[in-house]
């Protein structure tokens, strides 16, 4: 548009020299087109402010709402908005409106947490320009906001894994809770008893509803060690491994807060995704919400990492004596195996869960069954249901 005002004024000096009206108009059209393009729409830009109003965390495949609210302080002939989103979560949105001076208007789209992690939405790029074309122009209008989005977590039915781990108990007089894998009798159903606890099979018999009487017993804190180095993840196959073995701890973990009320912990090693550092993080063993969210957003930020550091994964200071640990692995190595003998010298029960493909398993397995420790094989997320 800028070549076009040196001609006009050589018009212009024309048009007064040899007062030609029709040139003089025409002049005039061409200097108002140029005011119009390039000097209204980078103003009626700079009056435009937005909001984006969405949700800091959500848990795996939910529904995520985000609304933008623009407000303009003079009016636009239009105005294009685009924001940026995550592929995993859904694809960009974009927006043509029209805003009179003072007006807001308000846009919503629909998202989905279909991938666990911390996902970046926007910045929010607002564009606008001439009614004729000639001229665009665009700025940043809303920062970019972070969602984190939790691990999937598997409703689990049972969880019974081997020798009573992870979930080991200690017979006492003291009911504080119950043993599972101990049924000493029946009683008469009360309100209030959970549908699980009902004993089919004798309430048949009876006629009456009845419900299994357990063992009591004390409980030991759970920690559950989830190793996300890439050797313990082969490939092909090490994505989804890693996935699984995240899944399985945020399940189980979720379980015994919320149903069983057991103290549980977390210890990591991986990578922090948003800032690509070396992760080894760790959850002392608690059973409120709030440590239950701490091991959700851990999780939810670890990736695999190239650096082994098992030292720490299975390192026993500030395991207890009598504590529980379940290790998660795609595949046993030996520092695997050895650490499990160091954590069983000193008291402490261990369960193992892989969850690489069964091309994968080797001769570890056999070490750990020698000194009995309990090995389950997690291939399938169908499986994760009766851990």
Known sequence: MRRLLRPALVVALIAVVTRVDPVLGLVVLLAGWAWASWWLPPRALDGVSGQRTVAETAMFGEDLDVEIRITGTRAVPWLHVTDTVPFDLGHNTRWVTTLAAGEARTHTM????????????????????????????????????????????????????????????????????DDPTRIVGVREYQPGDPFR????????????LLVKKHRPAITRDVTLAVDLTRD???????????ELAITAAASVARHLVTFRREAVGLR????????????????????????????????????????????????????SFGAS???????????????????????????????????HRGEWETELGDL??????????AEMVDL
């Open 268 to 319: 990591i090693v991986g990578r922090d995704t948003p800032t690509g550092e070396h992760m080894v993080g760790e959850v002392t063993p608690g059973r409120d919400e709030s440590r239950l969210v701490g091991m959700l957003e851990s999780l939810a930020r670890a990736d695999l990492s190239r650096t082994a550091d098992g030292d720490a994964l299975l390192d026993p200071s500030g395991l």
């Open 197 to 208: 606890a009902i004993h089919w099979t004798a309430s048949a018999a009876s006629g009456d």
């Open 110 to 177: 629909r998202l989905v947490a279909a991938a666990r992690g911390l996902h970046r939405i926007g910045p929010a790029v607002a564009a606008t320009g001439d009614a004729f074309g000639l001229r665009r122009v665009q700025r940043t209008m809303i920062p970019a906001s972070m969602v984190l989005v939790y691990p999937r977590i598997v409703s689990i039915e049972t969880l019974t894994l081997a020798a009573g781990a992870p979930l080991p108990l200690i017979p006492t007089r003291t009911p504080l809770a």
């Open 372 to 381: 009995q420790v309990p090995v389950r094989s997690l291939a399938r997320l």
């Open 325 to 359: 640990v379940v290790l998660l692995t795609g595949v046993l190595r030996r520092r695997h195996v050895l650490d499990v003998m160091r954590l069983k010298r000193i008291g402490v029960a261990v369960t193992v869960i892989v969850t690489a493909n069964d091309q």
């Open 232 to 242: 313990s993840h082969p490939s092909p196959g090490r994505r989804r491994s890693a």
